[in-house]
């Protein structure tokens, strides 16, 4: 499965300034460990050191929020787009 | 103040404490938490005096020394700020507390206290070059960036949900801004918005502005204190949607003790309220835990509320738990009769986020929470004519009369009554 990431601003040095990036994987964590693997550094960006994502990253499929599907396992599918969104606060 | 450095050392991230140069960013490198101005205190306290913040304007740029504004240009103001401490003895009496204030934010220029974070994001954002104001909004902020941006001589950009009716995108279509509308969720939008925000050099108030943005809300607190005659309170109930201004009241207290504008003593308890149809902050609260389980649609009236992925709401249960407040959620009904209550009791028309902002307030007080000695102020930061749709049918009106007073004394003899003694008081 090859999927397109899209970097948020402040991850951007991490891939030299691209915006998005083509990369594989079958699941979420599957696309986000690969990612780690050619432009280190995401890992520790993106993980609390027991595993979970940081509470203040959010990583949508598409269109929906991973953690309202199944989180990291969440499955990938070719061309889908993966976006990393730092959480956004500032009411309505 | 040109002969004094700067008083903005830099940004810092509120959880790990990575400091970066000043800039539009909002988001921590490191964590990805949120970042925050970072004063130097030492030339704060230079000027931050009770005496030179009461010769100040009567607008909340009388702490514009506690605010990351230092261009020598004036601030964008509309007059924001300093509205009314008003002491609540009716409404005190019901809920049977002598001390009880309502701070009535809903009387700021464009009706809610986000002129406050508004205009400190616009000042600066105009002092940077920006051209272009922007936010994600549906109702209240909307208001806000498009005044300002009009005010200020930028670009407004508001980008919505096109499912708002048309009598919700009125009151800001009349500044003109560039009105984007999206086919997408409120929390879609605010995405999208921050994917722009990434892209095109452009200030959005709530996403890359936020850092001077959101200090604006600190106002609110330092007026409180200053209008009880530069005194804490016991306790304060705040409205929590994002959980941002919650955060910023807690850091407003400790700036004020930390620069000796009150003395060192116990804190206010601060207490969030929430509507249970969005309430992933109680929840957390409730259940111990400070893990925000994000909510996916959102369903209440108190819409400037319904933020379902709250980012500070994980800061504002530790802060609820370490002052010794709580963060409750109230039912629909409660926020409604809690904007009716307010209403009758004090004569002060709130929007649906001070419905429920009273409800917590009643309904903590008929938990038995308080002696009656305790000051309490509960933050009100809306005004009703904003929700007023959401009192539809509330109030059955009357068939109408001839206008006669034999058709008055026919259609209302209890009026007229001898024995109804309110209507019959001689006002001498």
Redesign the interface.
């Known amino acids: 499965m090859a999927v397109t990431v899209?970097v948020?601003?402040?991850?951007r040095?991490l891939t030299a300034g691209a915006?998005e990036v083509q990369i594989e994987g079958a699941t979420v964590a599957e696309a986000l460990r690969n990612l780690d693997g050619r432009f280190p550094g995401f890992a520790d960006?993106?993980y609390e050191p027991d595993g979970q994502l940081?509470?203040?990253?959010?990583v949508?499929r598409n269109?929906e929020?991973v953690?309202?599907a199944s989180g990291l396992e969440t499955a990938l599918e070719d061309g889908d787009d993966l976006?990393i969104?730092?959480?956004?606060?500032?009411?309505? | 103040m040109s002969h004094l450095p700067p008083r903005v050392r830099a940004l810092r991230c509120r959880?790990c404490g990575t400091e970066v140069p000043v800039g539009p960013?909002?988001?921590?490198?490191?964590?990805?938490?949120?970042l925050e101005v970072a004063y130097d205190y030492a030339v704060v306290a230079r000027t931050a005096t009770r005496a030179a913040i009461e010769a100040g304007p009567m607008s909340m740029w009388r702490y514009h020394m506690l605010l990351p504004y230092e261009d020598p240009a004036p601030p964008v103001t509309l007059g924001e700020g300093m509205t009314p401490l008003v002491h609540a003895p009716r409404l005190g009496e019901v809920l049977g507390l002598r001390h009880l204030y309502i701070k009535n934010d809903s009387l700021n220029p464009t009706n809610s206290f986000?002129d406050r974070?508004v205009s400190v994001a616009t000042s600066w954002a105009r002092a940077r070059g920006f051209q272009v104001l922007g936010c994600?909004?549906?109702?209240?902020?909307a208001n806000a960036v498009a005044a300002y941006a009009a005010r200020a001589g930028l670009r407004g950009l508001v980008v919505i949900p096109d499912d708002l009716e048309p009598n919700k995108v009125a009151p800001t279509a009349v500044f003109a801004p560039e009105l984007v509308r999206v086919h997408?969720t409120?929390d879609?939008v605010?995405?999208l918005?921050?994917?722009l925000?990434?892209?095109q050099p452009w200030g959005f108030?709530?996403?890359n502005l936020?850092p001077f943005?959101?200090e604006g809300s600190k106002t609110l607190t330092f007026e409180t204190v200053e209008q009880l005659g530069w005194r804490l309170p016991d306790e304060i109930i705040i409205p929590v949607?994002?959980?941002?201004?919650f955060v910023k009241h807690h850091k407003a207290i400790e700036e004020l003790v930390d620069l000796g504008l009150v003395p060192d003593g116990p804190r206010p308890r601060l207490t969030g309220a929430q509507a249970l149809g969005c309430s992933p902050v109680a929840r957390a609260f409730a259940s111990g835990s400070d893990h925000?389980v994000?909510v996916?649609e959102p369903r209440t009236i108190a819409?400037?509320?319904?933020?379902g992925?709250?980012?500070?709401g994980?800061d504002v249960v530790r802060l609820a738990r370490a002052s010794g407040g709580v963060v409750v959620a109230v039912e629909e009904e409660q926020i409604l009769e809690g904007m009716e209550l307010l209403a009758r009791a004090e004569g002060i028309f709130t929007e649906t986020a001070g419905g429920v902002t009273v409800a917590v307030l009643k309904q903590l007080a008929e938990a038995g929470r308080w002696t009656g000695d305790e000051t309490v102020v509960a933050y009100i930061t809306g005004h009703g004519l904003k929700t007023v749709d959401s009192l539809s049918g509330r109030t059955e009106l009357a068939e109408p009369i001839p206008p006669s007073l034999r058709a008055f004394r026919r259609a209302y003899p209890e009026l007229v009554n001898p024995d109804a003694s309110p209507w019959r008081a001689s006002t001498g």
């Open positions: 899209r948020p601003g402040p991850l040095r915006p960006r993106l940081k509470q203040f990253v959010n949508y269109d929020d953690r309202f976006s969104v730092p959480a956004v606060a500032g009411g309505r | 959880a960013v909002h988001v921590c490198e490191q964590c990805f938490g949120p986000k974070v994600a909004s549906t109702g209240n902020l997408g409120y879609e605010n995405r918005c921050s994917e925000a990434d892209s108030c709530n996403i936020r943005y959101s949607a994002s959980g941002s201004q925000i994000p996916r819409k400037s509320l319904a933020i992925n709250p980012s500070d994980a």
